[in-house]
């Protein structure tokens, strides 16, 4: 009897350590790439601000708040971290010029899936990147608009109600 439960004991305790050293493995990589990047590229420089913002299949962007000077370079990098394709969970960043109604433009940008839900003709926006799926990368490269407040948001229909922040110019 001591046999059979030290056996099912010693089992189950390789079974369990097993499946949860190669858990850590796997999240451990995940969260260290995209979390070194964003803090590392988060702050402007005198030259160039060197933004990094992570979305993910939640519909969430992982800062809610960029920094940039007036008529600074700003080099502006999407990752996408997560697994979802571009049809389904397709992010991208769109910032929008002074007193431009964020909600109006979610809603004229959400049936223009043609043109990647980016309203054509638009004088509307300042930059945008474009649409991105899970595991993809895009970057644009524009200058710094006049000190002030700006909104940015997801594009993609439904995403700006929880994918939204402020570009913030001083």
Same mark, same amino acid.
Do not use: W
């Given at each position: 009897?001591?046999?059979? @439960? ?5 089992? +189950?305790?390789?079974?369990? !350590? ?7 493995? =796997?999240? @451990? +990589?995940? =969260?260290? %790439?995209? %979390? ?18 992570? +979305? ?13 000077? $007036? ?8 990752? /996408?971290?997560?697994?979802? *394709?571009?049809?389904?969970?397709? /992010? ?13 433009? &979610?809603?004229? $940008? $959400?049936?223009?899936? *043609?043109?990647?839900?980016? #309203? ?6 300042? &930059? /945008? %990147? *474009? ?11 524009? *200058? $710094? #608009? =006049? &000190?002030?407040?700006?909104? @940015?948001? !997801?594009?993609?229909?439904? /995403? ?11």
């Amino acid at each position: 009897m001591k046999i059979k @439960f030290l056996t099912i004991l010693l089992a +189950s305790l390789m079974f369990n !350590c097993g499946g949860k050293e190669e858990k850590k493995k =796997e999240g @451990f +990589s995940y =969260e260290k %790439t995209s %979390t070194s990047e964003t803090t590392s590229t988060n702050k402007p420089s005198d030259d160039v601000a060197n933004i990094v913002i992570t +979305s993910n299949d939640l519909m969430q962007f992982n800062i809610k708040e960029i920094k940039a000077k $007036a008529g600074q370079k700003v080099k502006l990098t999407l990752r /996408h971290v997560g697994k979802l *394709d571009i049809n389904v969970m397709g /992010h991208n960043v769109v910032i929008l010029k002074q007193g431009v109604n964020l909600t109006e433009f &979610a809603a004229k $940008a $959400a049936v223009e899936r *043609d043109n990647k839900y980016i #309203p054509k003709d638009s004088e509307d926006i300042i &930059a /945008h %990147t *474009d649409m991105i799926g899970g595991g993809q990368v895009t970057t644009i490269e524009f *200058d $710094a #608009p =006049e &000190a002030g407040t700006y909104d @940015f948001l !997801c594009s993609f229909p439904g /995403h700006s109600g929880l994918m939204q922040g402020k570009f913030i110019v001083e």
